[in-house]
Nanobody, 118 residues
């Protein structure tokens, strides 16, 4: 069974920084992608950033140049460095793992709250 454990959320003032971490454990095949999604109040969960094992990544337009996603393959851990935070970055951040295959298998963390005050 695969588990994702997130940490690093909290309350920060606008302009501040936070770093989220997500450690995956269990049977994780090498072909996988990890990422972060955000769900703001009253909105659907949406992609923030994703990264594959080779480091290829993509970001939501709203966070480009402010957020950086990275991963440590040896530890099956993904990080999200969030700088210059804005109130609109507030939401629950969920870690996501997709193990590619036929079919793909997808897993979610429990979510960590990020609140940015103005």
């Amino acid at each position: 069974q695969v588990q994702l454990v997130e940490s690093g959320g909290g309350l920060v003032q606008a302009g501040g920084s936070l770093r989220l971490s997500c450690a995956a454990s269990g049977r994780i095949l090498r072909s996988n992608g990890m990422g972060w999604y955000r769900q703001a109040p009253g909105q659907q969960r949406a992609l923030v950033a994703r990264i594959d094992r080779l480091g290829s990544n993509n970001y939501a337009d709203s966070v480009k140049d402010r957020f950086t996603i990275s991963r440590d393959n040896a530890k099956n851990t993904v990080y999200l460095q969030m700088n210059s935070l804005k109130p609109e970055d507030t939401g629950v951040y969920y870690c996501n793992l997709v193990i590619y295959g036929t079919p793909n298998y997808e897993y979610w963390g429990q979510g960590t709250q990020v609140t940015v005050s103005s």
